[in-house]
């Protein structure tokens, strides 16, 4: 009788822990702390293979690196770049989730969006950065908590400082132009901040969307011959067909604007914007944070940088035609000569 006890004590025991083990996994438990299994793997998602994006992954490496994370050493990072195709961006984050990595760091809105719709369900955390805007992306609601298992760094653009730095060395300036991609949330978002504040600086908006890259040199050619100077969103379409757009505005004699460093140096004028390298620090620091079992990745309220760098390229000022005032040439961060 004794030894009948102990066996249904053993397995309602037994029955109890197990439904206590599905009642976790249905109600979207946790993972055991990543801090025990002593190894980690990173799977890198971009949506464009850009120069701002490569800072980005150098910054995130940088960000785990100071935490004591460094790849090869206990530490796997696999990457993707969906080069601008959305298709095939909503497959790799597809193939990514199913292989249950312990973090996915995604370079871009579509790629932060396509990586949560791949992850949410499976319980991966996801980091983003160079998210333009991450609460009109879904990614956290309008207090700014995130809206599940993500977090990461917002590049959103300094518009205000930028309308000025066009006004400052165009003052003759009257007609902005500005090429969007239709399906990148992020540069719809930024066009309606270029919109709602361009007249306080005298500017009339020309927009012209485009529905992929291919597009880009034709709605440039035209584009140009409307304005007077065309500035750039963080439209990662667009910027990855950026020499055929300065192509066309050099043809028109109009300067481009861009919105980060490295489209200046490739032979925009001059833009106000984030560094994207510590974009990507902050973000590898809060990886690192949640790879360890610091934190959860919703816990961790997404980073916006409010202030900026002002880059100029003169050998483009030279080669259009334009001065840089001595106030504008001192506030910059670097000149760059050539193009």
Not at 142 to 159: A, K, M, P, Q, R
Not at 300 to 322: D, V, W, Y
């Amino acid at each position: 009788m004794k030894h009948f006890c102990l066996s249904v004590l053993i397995l309602i025991t037994s029955v109890t822990v197990l439904c206590a083990c599905v009642s976790t996994n249905e109600s979207g438990g946790s993972k055991p702390s990543n801090a025990k299994k002593g190894s980690f793997e990173i799977a890198v998602i971009d949506f464009a293979d850009i120069p701002s994006h490569n800072n980005c992954l150098d910054g995130f490496k940088k960000g785990l690196e100071d935490e004591g994370l460094t790849e090869g050493k206990k530490l796997k990072i696999t990457y993707s770049n969906a080069e601008c195709d959305l298709a095939l961006l909503d497959e790799l984050t597809e193939e990514i989730a199913s292989k249950d990595v312990d973090l996915v760091f995604a370079i871009s809105s579509p790629a932060a969006v396509s990586a949560f719709d791949a992850c949410r369900d499976r319980d991966i955390p996801v980091v983003y950065a160079a998210v333009s805007d991450p609460i009109a992306a879904g990614l956290a609601d309008e207090s700014g908590s995130s809206s599940g298992n993500i977090t990461g760094t917002s590049d959103e653009l300094l518009v205000d400082h930028q309308l000025q730095l066009i006004r400052d060395i165009m003052p003759d300036a009257k007609k902005l132009g500005i090429l969007y991609t239709t399906a990148e949330v992020n540069s719809v978002s930024a066009l309606e901040s270029y919109k709602s504040l361009a007249g306080d600086y005298g500017f009339e908006i020309i927009e012209k969307p485009i529905k992929n890259r291919k597009a880009v040199k034709k709605a440039a050619k035209k584009l140009s011959k409307q304005v007077d100077c065309i500035s750039n969103l963080t439209d990662n379409t667009v910027v990855s067909a950026l020499k055929a757009e300065l192509k066309m505005a050099r043809k028109a004699g109009i300067p481009v604007f861009g919105s980060e460093e490295e489209q200046v140096r490739e032979g925009c004028i001059a833009c106000e914007g984030v560094d994207y390298k510590k974009l990507g620090t902050e973000a590898g620091s809060m990886s690192a944070r949640i790879l360890k079992g610091e934190a959860e990745a919703g816990d961790i309220s997404f980073k916006e940088f409010s202030t900026g760098e002002i880059f100029l390229n003169q050998g483009m000022a030279n080669r259009l035609g334009i001065t840089f005032s001595d106030a504008v040439r001192s506030s910059a961060t670097e000149v760059f000569k050539g193009f």
